[in-house]
């Protein structure tokens, strides 16, 4: 069974049709890329995923799960974690804090036990400590721990959106544009950290991606869109050799 | 008939709420920041009005051919109180919101919010506490049509509104800095870059602003007195606004009229007191039933 | 410079860093227990009084400075935990009964009016909440048999057990009790998921409800929880004037409970304290000015309120981190001297943060 199945998936704002019927799924274990020129409705498609946007027509479905109406905060609960475009984090607090936050879904304390601190509330924050500090061991965010995001550099907050997502211990990972911004050398550190997640983790990655470098070295299959629909699904190289696809970025 | 006269006193009073709540729009429109001291500015310019009006009775009691045109220093105070207001539309901003461009509107707003106690402080140094009453050629007179009784300052008010709206469409729709308003208004960086000096067009719209708060104060001065408590009738004024749909200009006054027509009527079959809260028992009901407002402007944050 | 050596998670989860945190705070305390034995009548109805703001404050504070929710009609809540006591009280429910009561009762209110608040943003829910004041003080106003109307009604004494606690002392610490268990469950709170659901709300909505933050919810009990915090401030500050009438709780009320949190310092508990101590001291070191000023100056009518005014737009301009904000910049200073840079604090100026899209 997939992880992840889309079926005729549709949404317009405002008459023009931004995603039409594309339907997809996303296996367990795979690296699943979108690819597309700019406009094609990749960011598009994950705000629907994430139920930012309510879609016109067609369904989703998650883990054999029909989430086509379940609201944004749910979603995170059953096992989808994402990053933004342009990072989204909360930038006044710490880079400890904001991964602190990501625990919120594994909650298991109620208001009244957090207003007074009992026990169970201390147990499970010195849980969650821990759990952090292994996901800031892993992508190496050691020295700023304690550093509020305002003041650290784009690429550490990437990779701080990303750490903050894995905390959720979800069990599908959307990566929106991911190496945007980053430099050669941070890219490929990054694609080395995508395969950590997938292997290591066993999480299944989703990602909207420019650099087809990195889309060719981490993908298992490449789904090409172009003007809010499907081109094309395969292989990296597959995708990269498809006329279609050659002709979306390259013009007649 | 009895309708007709709640109406009348209605649109009157509405348009004063539309007037003020077209000053809160405009600066939101055009700066993004919520100035909560505009009843105070339009207590500032009723009061610079009266002043005006003793000096210019004073000053013309030496030309004769003046003292006896009846209303001339009320005309020539008038003018001359809005481009006081204008000027120290320009002033506040410059030496005040400047600095705070690019702070969250939280700040913006209690920061007006303090200018608004500050200003009242100020009036009641200068010009007391006891209410005043300014000697406009509107008062008093009234029009009597078929035993519809209508005074003299409600004509004032409603006309003084229907000349600052058309001034203020043909001045948005046709000079060029209107234009360039709208322009900063919708996106102040790209304005900027195609050579808009977004920063002077904050001041202008400030004047602006400080000028139809001025020509609120006075238009009401004749039914209300003058007193440094009477600007918090802007309170009132922004539930219009929003009621309106924050930002749109054209909404501030029917947001006004709205909440304007709604008090007498209150006042005359609900219980005692009700009217004074009406106002904002419709923004509740407004913000729940229809938060974007009569005409909405506004759009959700793009992720 | 003190460098902190962490050896174990607990030291991130503990309210004291280190013992030289233990020690201050160890300080403070013993001072403010002992305060009583050094300090007049006079001085100790005031430092009671200042205690009651603090708590209001603190509920303030969970939400305009933690959940980024600003409200303009906090008075509200500290006059209907005021009202809501006093009419206990003279139902015959003995005080330890009625304070949580009333409290409550603030809570639920607070989360009614948290329900529409959910689909508003920043000016409109200011607006929204200085309408709910309005509306609530005219409530309070017409519904006689409660509230005594304009009239006003008298709150029955302090009783705990048979003692009253009507006397400075008593009362002083009955304020200073209350005080420290309200800032301690805030603590608390913003230490754990709930405060933190607060912060994530405060910062990034969209981002937070990525994170499976429910966002009405979150916000709901923001409200319930600030409006708590406030209405038992109320119970308090009914005691403290003794007799209830309208004209108590106003829109100034609100907006003082505003400066109180803005010139503290937005986001920090301690500015909590901060802006309380300067809304108690700005009053006498009025009082103090009118005796030396010249007479006219004294007899400006809405002096006070004109004077609050200007100190909080010249916060906002050259200071919108409060008084802890400055203090933090002080000891760093200290700490890092010669070495401090200015532009450590400067802030960050976007050309224009809008929250718009067009």
């Given at each position: 069974m997939s992880l992840f199945e889309a079926h005729d998936l549709s949404v317009s704002f405002g008459g023009i049709k931004a995603v039409r019927d594309v339907s997809f799924t996303i296996e367990p274990g795979e690296v699943f890329s979108i690819i597309g020129p700019n406009g094609a409705g990749k960011t598009t498609i994950f705000n629907l995923v994430s139920r930012f946007y309510e879609t016109d027509s067609g369904s989703m479905a998650f883990d054999g799960v029909d989430i086509t109406g379940v609201p944004p905060h749910r979603i995170a609960e059953m096992g989808i974690a994402r990053t933004f475009q342009n990072t989204e984090l909360f930038e006044h607090e710490t880079v400890l804090t904001n991964l602190l936050i990501a625990h919120h879904v594994h909650r298991r304390t109620s208001l009244v036990t957090d207003l007074l601190f009992l026990p169970g509330a201390r147990r499970q924050e010195l849980d969650f400590r821990r759990r952090v500090e292994d996901v800031i061991d892993l992508l190496d965010l050691q020295s700023y721990r304690e550093q509020p995001i305002g003041g650290l550099p784009y690429g550490a907050r990437k990779m701080v959106e990303i750490a903050r997502a894995l905390c959720l211990e979800p069990k599908l990972l959307l990566l929106d544009e991911p190496s945007s911004g980053l430099n050669p050398e941070e890219t490929e550190d990054l694609s080395f950290w995508i395969e950590d997640i997938v292997e290591d983790l066993g999480i299944t990655v989703a990602m909207v991606e420019h650099d087809m470098n990195l889309v060719a070295t981490v993908s298992d299959r490449v789904m090409a869109m172009a003007d809010g629909a499907e081109l094309a699904t395969g292989n990296p190289t597959e995708i990269q050799n498809h006329p279609d696809v050659l002709r979306a970025y390259l013009g007649d | 008939m009895e309708i007709l006269q709640l109406l009348i006193i209605g649109v009157s009073q509405g348009c004063v709420y539309g007037l003020i709540a077209l000053g809160f729009v405009l600066i939101y429109k055009a700066t993004e920041m919520v100035n909560f001291a505009q009843g105070d500015m339009m207590m500032l310019g009723a009061f610079i009005a009266f002043s005006l009006i003793e000096a210019f009775d004073w000053l013309f009691a030496f030309v004769p051919v003046l003292s006896a045109l009846p209303g001339a220093s009320f005309a020539f105070a008038f003018l001359g109180t809005l481009l006081v207001m204008a000027a120290f539309g320009v002033l506040l901003e410059r030496g005040v919101l400047r600095p705070m461009i690019g702070e969250p509107p939280f700040a913006v707003l209690m920061l007006t919010i303090g200018l608004g106690f500050v200003l009242r402080a100020v009036a009641g140094a200068i010009w007391g506490n006891q209410p005043r009453a300014l000697d406009s050629p509107f008062a008093g007179g009234t029009f009597d049509i078929g035993g519809l009784i209508i005074g003299y300052e409600n004509v004032a008010i409603v006309a003084g509104t229907a000349l600052l709206c058309g001034a203020l469409y043909l001045f948005f729709r046709f000079t060029r800095i209107g234009i360039a308003m709208q322009a900063a208004s919708q996106n102040q960086l790209a304005a900027f870059y195609v050579g808009i000096p977004v920063k002077r067009v904050f001041a202008l719209v400030w004047a602006i602003s400080a000028a139809i708060a001025a020509a609120a104060g006075i238009l009401v001065a004749p039914v209300n007195l003058i007193d440094p408590l009477m600007g918090f009738i802007g309170i009132k004024a922004f539930a219009a606004a929003i009621v309106g749909g924050f930002g749109s200009l054209p909404g501030a006054i029917v947001g006004g009229l709205l909440i304007g027509i709604a008090e007498p009527f209150v006042a005359l079959h609900l219980p005692p007191g009700l009217s004074e809260v009406s106002a904002f028992v419709i923004l509740l009901a407004m913000l729940v039933v229809r938060p974007q407002g009569i005409f909405p402007s506004l759009q959700q944050k793009k992720v | 410079?003190?460098?902190?050596?962490?050896?174990?998670?607990?030291?991130?989860?503990?309210?004291?860093?280190?013992?030289?945190?233990?020690?201050?705070?160890?300080?403070?305390?013993?001072?403010?227990?002992?305060?009583?034995?050094?300090?007049?009548?006079?001085?100790?109805?005031?430092?009671?009084?200042?205690?009651?703001?603090?708590?209001?404050?603190?509920?303030?504070?969970?939400?305009?400075?933690?959940?980024?929710?600003?409200?303009?009609?906090?008075?509200?809540?500290?006059?209907?935990?005021?009202?809501?006591?006093?009419?206990?009280?003279?139902?015959?429910?003995?005080?330890?009964?009625?304070?949580?009561?009333?409290?409550?009762?603030?809570?639920?209110?607070?989360?009614?009016?948290?329900?529409?608040?959910?689909?508003?943003?920043?000016?409109?829910?200011?607006?929204?909440?200085?309408?709910?004041?309005?509306?609530?003080?005219?409530?309070?106003?017409?519904?006689?048999?409660?509230?005594?109307?304009?009239?006003?009604?008298?709150?029955?004494?302090?009783?705990?057990?048979?003692?009253?606690?009507?006397?400075?002392?008593?009362?002083?610490?009955?304020?200073?009790?209350?005080?420290?268990?309200?800032?301690?469950?805030?603590?608390?709170?913003?230490?754990?998921?709930?405060?933190?659901?607060?912060?994530?709300?405060?910062?990034?909505?969209?981002?937070?409800?990525?994170?499976?933050?429910?966002?009405?919810?979150?916000?709901?009990?923001?409200?319930?929880?600030?409006?708590?915090?406030?209405?038992?401030?109320?119970?308090?500050?009914?005691?403290?004037?003794?007799?209830?009438?309208?004209?108590?709780?106003?829109?100034?009320?609100?907006?003082?409970?505003?400066?109180?949190?803005?010139?503290?310092?937005?986001?920090?508990?301690?500015?909590?304290?901060?802006?309380?101590?300067?809304?108690?001291?700005?009053?006498?070191?009025?009082?103090?000015?009118?005796?030396?000023?010249?007479?006219?100056?004294?007899?400006?009518?809405?002096?006070?309120?004109?004077?609050?005014?200007?100190?909080?737009?010249?916060?906002?301009?050259?200071?919108?981190?409060?008084?802890?904000?400055?203090?933090?910049?002080?000891?760093?200073?200290?700490?890092?001297?010669?070495?401090?840079?200015?532009?450590?604090y400067k802030r960050q100026r976007s050309y224009l943060r809008t929250e718009r899209v067009r």
């Open positions: - | - | 410079m003190r460098f902190v050596l962490k050896t174990n998670y607990a030291q991130d989860v503990n309210l004291f860093l280190h013992n030289g945190q233990r020690f201050w705070y160890g300080l403070l305390a013993l001072a403010v227990l002992l305060a009583p034995l050094g300090l007049d009548r006079f001085y100790l109805g005031e430092f009671a009084y200042l205690y009651i703001w603090a708590i209001a404050g603190v509920g303030l504070m969970l939400l305009v400075g933690y959940t980024g929710l600003v409200s303009l009609g906090h008075a509200a809540f500290l006059a209907i935990g005021a009202y809501a006591h006093a009419w206990l009280l003279t139902q015959g429910v003995p005080f330890v009964l009625s304070v949580p009561l009333a409290t409550a009762f603030c809570a639920v209110i607070g989360y009614l009016v948290g329900l529409p608040a959910l689909r508003m943003t920043g000016i409109y829910l200011a607006i929204a909440t200085l309408a709910f004041e309005r509306i609530a003080a005219w409530v309070i106003e017409h519904w006689e048999s409660v509230t005594g109307g304009h009239f006003g009604m008298r709150v029955p004494d302090p009783m705990v057990f048979g003692m009253s606690l009507d006397g400075p002392v008593p009362f002083y610490y009955l304020c200073l009790g209350i005080l420290s268990l309200s800032l301690f469950a805030a603590l608390n709170l913003l230490r754990s998921p709930t405060g933190r659901a607060f912060i994530a709300v405060r910062d990034s909505e969209v981002s937070a409800e990525s994170m499976g933050i429910n966002l009405a919810r979150t916000k709901c009990t923001a409200f319930a929880i600030s409006a708590a915090f406030t209405g038992l401030a109320g119970t308090l500050f009914s005691h403290r004037i003794g007799y209830l009438a309208p004209d108590a709780f106003t829109v100034q009320t609100s907006i003082q409970l505003l400066l109180m949190v803005v010139v503290g310092g937005l986001g920090s508990l301690q500015g909590v304290v901060y802006g309380a101590i300067f809304l108690g001291l700005l009053p006498q070191a009025i009082a103090i000015g009118r005796d030396v000023l010249p007479q006219w100056i004294g007899e400006i009518p809405g002096l006070e309120p004109g004077i609050f005014g200007a100190i909080l737009v010249l916060f906002l301009i050259f200071e919108p981190l409060g008084i802890h904000g400055r203090w933090i910049k002080v000891r760093l200073w200290f700490d890092q001297f010669p070495l401090y840079r200015r532009a450590t």
